[in-house]
């Protein structure tokens, strides 16, 4: 029997103007589990997430934690919510002015309540955990593209989130520095707990990380295949099939 469902995706439409991006999306995410979401350019990956974080409401459906809904409830009810949530963005979003420490301590300040020294104190930790120690005093200029995406992710941690959304975190990446993001991720999984959703189209991260999955179509304008990334190199749906092979199959 699999984690029980902390995230479920309930018959989500999704659309800008009097475009229609993706319909009928439906699927659950098992506590701890790594769950990808998949599909070519334009698909609608990312504008999945912005809907499961808060950031966009659907034109019918809902997103449900716990067996909460969250586009159901009220706005401070969905405020409470979003604290559950940490999200790293494609390209960190760095505030480029700020060291990587008081980058981190933002959201310790603005949404946790703590004095900014307090904040930075703890902003440090997470630093540390993400295998930047010793970097708090650097800015984002100062440092590489895979360094950046671990200071974003240890700002995503700030709060304790028990989920964590991940927006492309190998994109502008070198093949070796998305590796160690990848063995990054698990450990954080491993040694926490944290539920892990990932928007990609990096099959090495896919295969590597992947509990399960679930493809957009940006064509059909659906999902149309969803379970383990291993397993849906088989699927019955070419484009899946060409998706996961690059078409090698």
Known sequence: MGAPAQIEVRDLTMGYGESIVQRDVAFTVGQGEVFVIMGDSGCGKSTLMRHMVGLNAPRAGDVFYDGEGYWAAAEERREALKRRFGVLYQYAALFSSMTLAENVAVPLVEQGGLGQGEALAVARLKLALVGLAGFEGHYPAEISGGMKKRAGLARAMALDPDI??????????????????????????????????????????????????????????????????????????????????????
Do not use: C, Q, W
Not at 178 to 196: A, F, K, N, P
Not at 210 to 233: I, Q
């Open 164 to 249: 964590l959304y991940f927006d492309e975190p190998s994109a502008g990446l070198d093949p070796l520095s998305s590796r160690r993001l990848d063995d990054l991720i698990l450990e954080l999984r491993d040694s926490l707990g944290t539920t892990i959703v990932l928007v990609t189209h990096e099959l090495p991260s896919i295969f590597e990380l992947g509990d399960n999955a679930v493809f957009l179509d940006a064509e059909k304008k659906t999902m149309t295949a969803k379970g383990r990334p291993a397993e849906l190199k088989d699927s019955p749906d070419p484009k899946v099939r060409a998706f996961l092979t690059r078409g090698r199959l």
